[in-house]
């Protein structure tokens, strides 16, 4: 369930950077001048998904051990 949550979460968030990548737009904010920033979005997903993968390593973090 908990994994199954933030794959959702996180199909939804690489769909929003879609359309504001593709057409320019900001989807949940009605205001001129603003300009979407993917970029601010994808460096923040790669330095979560590095401090992720230290932390299991660290762990050494198995799927099943979620569940104990």
Not at 15 to 28: D, N, P, R, S, V
Not at 43 to 67: D, H, M, Y
């Amino acid at each position: 369930m908990f994994a199954s949550f933030w794959s959702v979460t996180g199909l939804l968030l690489v769909g929003k950077l879609f359309y504001e990548y593709t057409t320019g737009e900001i989807l949940f904010v009605n205001a001129d001048g603003f300009k979407p920033l993917v970029e601010s979005h994808l460096s923040g997903a790669v330095l979560g998904a590095i401090f992720a993968a230290v932390e299991i390593v660290r762990r050494g973090w198995a799927p099943q051990t979620i569940l104990e």
